[in-house]
């Protein structure tokens, strides 16, 4: 038998027609069904208006409700009800039962008078999945940052986390991250280590109410360590594209020239051949390293390790640019926790300038700090 619900205000009244009662059609209310909304907390906000109160007093109003489109007064769950507030011929009430997700309810507004009850027009409402996965960001060759959104109404504590597989659909039998509390409705994230490169993972956020999982939609990654389009390795992935771009591939050489007081076997180059100037306008962040590199060119007349890598081209491709500090070392962490190596080994100039004599280098894998007259590997890096 299905369970219908209702909602009620008793002694609700409305002022009756100032006409003699002899000239007045007594008949059941009419009234219409007011659109389903959430309000900020999260709650379902229900409700009608009452076009003709049939020119009795009215008693009682409410709302009903079912996942059957058939919505009738018959078998409702008298135990259930919740007070109703209203204003003049409207009534409204933000609702705290907690509706299954991804299922469509039927609602109808209804009044009552001595004459009969009468119902509303039928309204539909999907009510949301209680648990959204958002898009995966900072994808290395080994992890990758989480990201979801548990909706509930404010007050209800629960638990959230993510399931991932190598096959599609994963579930809490698969492999699952640590849970984190969440309480409303609220954006939570979690860090997954440990994973392969060059893998492509299903990944799904879920959580648990009343013994029963309810899951995201499903989220695809690939996690760095291939070939990118211009034939370097890709290192890290965005996951989203922002400012026109989302991966970071970095070329299988270094660049630069061969330093005759230095005796080097390998390409290398000088951050600058001015060392003693301070050019006060690089920056350590991500997404940087092309502004740096233009800028550096800009401000170095000379050769630079910016330079070799923005004269840089190969297999059709010459938008290469000496990546900053935090581009350089999330590469290079990312690379090496993989187990992979460049034909140069780990290490590189940085376009990121620390004073007057010195610039970030990462050597093997960690940063570190360099003279900027020294002769090191300089890796291009390109964006898209």
Known sequence: ????????????????????????????????????SLDDDGLLKIGGK????????????GVIWSTSANVSLENYATEDKEELFSSNEDFECRSKKIFLPNTTYYFRA??????????????????????????PTEITTVSATLNGKYYQPLGNLSYAGFVYATHSEPTIFDSSTASAATLGTMNFKVQLTGLTRNTEYYIRSYTKIDNRYYYGEEKKIKTAGYFGPAGGIVAYDKGV???????LEINLKSVGRYYSDVGNSSLQAKWSISPYSYLAGTSEKMGEGLNNTNFIINKISGESAAKFCKQYSVNGFADWFLPSKDEALAIFTSLQKGGMSLNNGLTTW???EIDTQSAYLVYFGALSTGQKFWASEAYPVRRY
């Open 110 to 135: 209804f009044a009552q008078n001595n004459k009969g009850t009468a119902l509303g027009n039928v309204v539909s409402y999907k009510y949301r999945n209680v648990i959204e996965t958002l898009d």
């Open 50 to 61: 009452i076009t003709n109160t049939g020119g009795n007093q009215i008693s009682r109003v």
């Open 350 to 352: 940085t376009s990121s």
């Open 1 to 36: 038998m299905k369970t219908y619900f209702i909602l009620f205000l008793s002694l609700f009244l409305f002022s009756c027609s100032s006409s003699s009662d002899d000239e007045v059609q007594e008949s059941v209310p009419q009234l219409t069904t007011k659109d389903i």
């Open 241 to 247: 594209t922002t400012d026109g771009w989302r991966y």
